[in-house]
């Protein structure tokens, strides 16, 4: 691997999305990178049991990873790590990357970045990260054995996460600002039934309060009632909601309303050549399952393209 190489397309993540743009590319004959900002896997590694990812049930995210990984690499896939993308050129030919480590070069893009845990935003997270604030139950959660935590969010990573903490923590106490989860049914079955948990319904999180030590407890405000009060925890996992991850693009790429990269059904964005698959697209469904398909897509019409430029090439010959 090299910086003088010239390949033919570039991934940026190495989640779901962009092992399998790899793989796929990589079985494709093209000369295939992939850059990850941190370790191969993603979301997937913070995720402890995937029941929904067709032929892999009750396996964990990493052990889904390790597999994807050690696919694509057999076809002559590189994968580079820790060296995250600090802007592109996506209107010259070739396309440059440039990381904080080295600079590639390539004929196409696929941006498969993935997305990110949002904040909650209120005083105490920031000063208590790491110290009782966490985005990751599968990472932190063996800290909190016999312990009381709080769990904020009321989607499907919420519910699952907090499932999981119920195996380490005493209690695990659910703080949802709405009357109602927006959860799997099935997850929110398990969360509701298992008796290590309970919620507090119309209520947000406005501060978290530390002490020496770490988390002491959290301020929950009432949103029906507007009650305010103190309520004891020693853990606060944060799951509301995810961003894309898209600073390195500087607004060269069409994004909608909600920050996330514009594509067409063919997973192409306003500017040729280059592609994008997974949570950074305006996608319905953040899904690995659906992640891969994107991946396999923007690698099969990446193929095109090179394929495309090589006869244009030939021809001018």
């Known amino acids: ?62 052990q889904i990873s390790d597999a994807m990984e050690e696919q694509t690499r057999r076809f002559d896939c590189d994968i580079v790590t820790n060296d995250p993308v600090q802007s592109i050129d996506l209107e010259s030919q070739p396309k440059v990357v440039k990381t904080e480590k080295n600079e590639f070069k390539a004929k196409t893009i696929i941006i498969a970045s993935g997305s990110e845990h949002n904040q909650l935003g209120v005083p105490g ?8 604030v966490s985005y990751c139950a599968v990472c932190d959660g063996a800290f909190f054995k016999d312990r009381e935590v709080v ?87 944060i799951y509301v909601g995810l961003s894309p991850n898209i600073g390195f693009l500087n607004g060269k790429i069409d994004l909608d309303e909600s920050g996330k990269i514009k594509s067409s059904i063919r997973m192409e964005t306003n500017i040729h050549g280059v592609y994008v698959a997974g949570d950074v697209r305006d996608t319905v469904l953040k899904q690995a399952v659906t992640a891969a398909s994107d991946g396999s897509l923007a690698a099969t019409m990446a193929i095109g393209y090179v394929e495309a430029l090589e006869d244009k090439n030939l021809a001018s010959v």
């Not at 370790?39 to 995210?61: A, K």
């Not at 997270?125 to 009782?132: L, T």
């Not at 996460?161 to 195996?167: A, D, M």
Request: charged letters at 25%; glycine letters at 14%; a neutral charge.
């Open 125 to 132: 997270e920031k000063e208590n990260w790491g110290k009782g």
């Open 1 to 62: 691997m090299s910086s003088e190489t010239l390949y033919d397309t570039i991934i940026i993540g190495a989640g779901p999305a962009g092992l399998s743009a790899g793989l796929y590319a990589a079985r494709g004959n093209l000369k295939t990178l992939i850059i990850e900002k941190g370790i191969v896997g993603g979301q997937l590694q913070v995720t402890h049991e995937i029941e929904n990812y067709p032929g892999m049930d009750h396996m964990t995210g990493p």
């Open 151 to 237: 769990v904020v969010g009321g989607g499907s990573s919420a519910c699952e996460e907090g499932n999981f903490l119920t195996k380490f923590a005493k209690k695990v106490t659910l703080v949802h600002r709405r009357d109602q989860l927006r959860a799997e049914r099935i997850l929110q079955e398990r969360f509701k039934a298992n008796p290590k948990t309970d919620i507090k319904w119309d209520s947000v999180v406005t501060k978290i309060n530390g002490g020496v030590l770490g988390v002491e407890s959290v301020t929950i405000k009432n949103l029906k009632t507007g009650e305010e009060y103190d309520y004891p925890t020693e853990g606060v996992f």
